[in-house]
């Protein structure tokens, strides 16, 4: 029984448990996001640990309502229950208003649940760094959301191993006036940069929205089609 | 106790009109047979956009009119942005069902402008919201005042002739309801403004 916390402070002001939990995001499978004019594009890594894993069964990207899906880089586990977490923070917002909730409000709401695994007594912090992309009323949103509970909106990042060099790239490629559509090449074009081994459609997950405000994650089919335009 | 919603008394009507919304009500308050004042208010403007008419027992006008200024506070500083009146009427039709077994005496009317539609909804006390009508009424009399408004509303009215047909109607209704009267007072919104006027009832 731990009425106290966990985390707590060191004596030069720092919160180790959430640098740790940083330590734990940084050594998860890169995941990118891409905010362009009209749409917003999440492109995260997949790879298996064996050939015998069933590819399809595993979900990386998780819908959140039909216009805000996210991904992560971390623990699988802890983002499952987040993503679950915030399916129902959108549900309860549903019942109140109904109406669409915006992404920042969500990211907002979500982050308050983050925050709390570092100060409540006998939990850990979340192991995992979540990208939330969506579509609202303002126009396409792309939020980062640590393992801290803090949340920063981007243009375009990456979280995971190949983060710093992924955001390197990144910056040199991104421009304002980007479509959904180069965005998404450069979404993918930036993950192959650091990609260990062979990029297929099987391997990694795209999720894709649009001014539609309607989340797709792409079948392989589709991601088939984009990987061969990079060629 | 014959009857929560009889013991103060007061009515209350809604109108929808060409890219303008009306609201009505009397100015009674009253502890049954007894009047208490003259210039109790119960239309409320929660929004430059959405006013909240109440009918029902005055306590409960008071707080859920304060409890629905707090979540729109709240709200403004939360979201940032301002509430659009649909999301409004839902969100009292939540806070109404909230109170299911402990209801709040009232019988509210929401009316409000977006992007110029005109925005008109009506519960009961438990927050059974009815958005599909063009007038709406509350109050012990507002049997009296459907009367009249059966008879002179007509749909697409401009904010003059609803300003006339709202009070005419509020007017007719309260002279023939014991519980209200004592005044009235017609709000009028469109995307300029918000006219108030204060009528005259029988006094009595």
Known sequence: MTDFALTTFSSKGKLLQIEYALNAVAKGDTAIGIKAKNGVVLVVEKKQSSILVEESSVQKVSLLTDNIAATYAGLGPDFRVLAQQARKLVKKYDLKYQEEIFVQTLSRELAEDVQVATQRGGIRPFGVSILIAGYDEEGPHLVQLDPSGAYYSWKATAIGKQAKNAKAFLEKRYNADMEIEDAINTALLTLKEGFEGQITPTNIEVGVIRDDHVFRILPPSQVKDYLEELE | ?204
């Open chain 2, 1 to 204: 106790m014959s009857g929560i919603f009889e013991y103060n008394g007061g009515s209350i009507v809604g109108m929808k009109g060409k890219n303008c919304i009306a609201m009505a009500c009397d100015r009674r308050f009253g502890q049954q047979m007894s009047t208490i004042t003259t210039n109790y208010q119960k239309v409320f403007k929660i929004q430059d956009n959405i006013l909240l008419a109440l009918s029902g027992l005055n306590t409960d006008i008071h707080t859920f009119y304060a409890l629905m200024e707090k979540e729109i506070n709240l709200y403004n500083l939360k979201e940032n942005r301002k509430m659009k009146p649909t999301t409004f009427a839902n969100l009292v039709a939540s806070a109404l069902y909230e109170r299911r077994f402990g209801p709040f005496f009232v019988t509210p009317i929401v009316a409000g402008l977006e992007n110029g539609k005109p925005i008109l909804a009506t519960y009961d006390s438990i927050g059974c919201k009815s958005d599909l009508d063009d007038f709406q009424v509350g109050g012990t009399g507002g049997n009296y005042i459907y009367g009249a408004c059966e008879a002179f509303f007509k749909p697409d009215m401009n904010p003059e002739e609803l300003e006339e047909v709202i009070g005419q109607s509020l007017v007719s209704g309260c002279d023939r309801d014991a519980l209200s009267g004592w005044g009235g007072v017609v709000y009028v919104l469109t995307e300029q403004k918000l006219t108030v006027k204060i009528l005259k009832t029988k006094q009595t």
